[in-house]
């Protein structure tokens, strides 16, 4: 399947960011990573270096690869600048609607007409966005999962208004990178992996918020009862707390339900803003004394 993407922005260097402008080097396009400001920029440099090693270590790359790759990623703060002759812009900032909806408008203003748009969210449907993007024929979702080069899933997401060639284009570009491309001809909130997933994680945050066991001993219950090779606190640190807060705080808004607003207190409270930010700063849901969350 041939496709015309060759310059792919990727906007927001988080974890998940920087996997996919990683992956995408790697791969061999040429790639721009924008994030908000300078300090931000200089983390996502730590961060995609970061992965140099583990491609190494878990994909077999030689170093010339790694290095290779690493040198055929741009980086700006300037929106204008990292998309000006971007082919693909993949969206992957905060899980708020007004975040994406703002920096759509300000994207479909400032990317050349020709760019197709993807969002990386893992919970919201593309058509909450589209009519925002200016250009919603050319944007649709792409929702990859954490640790892109080994878990290497690209679940492709339509909404009703997107033209069948972009489709087609962007699961062409998921296979070029590597990936399982996974085509979904209807919008599902969650698609297919989070679908599955957010109601396991959802079901272990609350028997902790209720006070019925503490991390460690309900994700040895879900390890050692399925066979699953980690648990969901193990999962949730991987992922990240702040998309784990975004989720439940969204979730809260939405249904008026106080056991996510629970959640999403304790996640802020207990874990982001004491820079406990999961495996990515190295503490997070299994490293804090349950007694003290529960106080």
Do not use: C
């Amino acid at each position: 399947m041939m496709m015309d993407f060759q310059n792919i922005t990727i906007a927001g260097s988080g974890v998940l960011g920087s996997q996919i402008a990683y992956q995408t080097a790697f791969k061999g396009f040429g790639v721009y990573v924008y994030d908000i400001s300078a300090e931000a920029i200089e983390q996502a440099k730590e961060r995609i270096s970061g992965l140099k090693a583990r491609y190494q270590k878990d994909l077999g790359a030689t170093e010339q690869e790694v290095n290779e790759a690493y040198h055929r990623i741009s980086f700006s703060d300037d929106l204008g600048q990292a998309v000006a002759n971007a082919d693909l812009v993949i969206e992957a900032i905060p899980e708020v609607v007004s975040i994406k909806k703002d920096f759509y408008q300000k994207l479909g203003k400032l990317a050349p007409e020709k760019t197709v748009f993807a969002t990386n969210s893992s919970t919201l449907l593309p058509s909450q966005f589209a009519e925002a993007t200016g250009r919603p024929e050319k944007f649709l979702a792409l929702h990859f999962a954490n640790e892109i080069w080994k878990n290497n899933t690209a679940e492709v997401m339509k909404h009703p208004g997107t033209d069948e060639k972009v489709f087609q284009d962007v699961i062409a570009f998921a296979e070029a990178i590597g990936m399982v491309a996974l085509p979904l001809h209807k919008e599902q909130p969650g698609y297919i992996l989070n679908s599955l997933l957010v109601p396991l994680l959802e079901a272990a945050q609350m028997l902790l918020v209720k006070g019925v066991a503490d991390p460690e001993t309900i994700d040895k219950t879900w390890r050692i009862a399925t066979g699953a090779p980690a648990g969901p606190f193990q999962i949730l640190d991987v992922v990240g707390i702040n998309t784990a807060y975004n989720i439940s705080l969204a979730k809260a808004e939405a249904t008026g339900d106080e056991l996510y607003k629970k959640i999403a207190d304790l996640l802020k409270t207990e874990y982001i803003d004491k820079g406990k930010l999961g495996k990515e700063t190295g503490e997070g849901l299994l490293q804090i004394s349950f007694h003290r969350i529960l106080m």
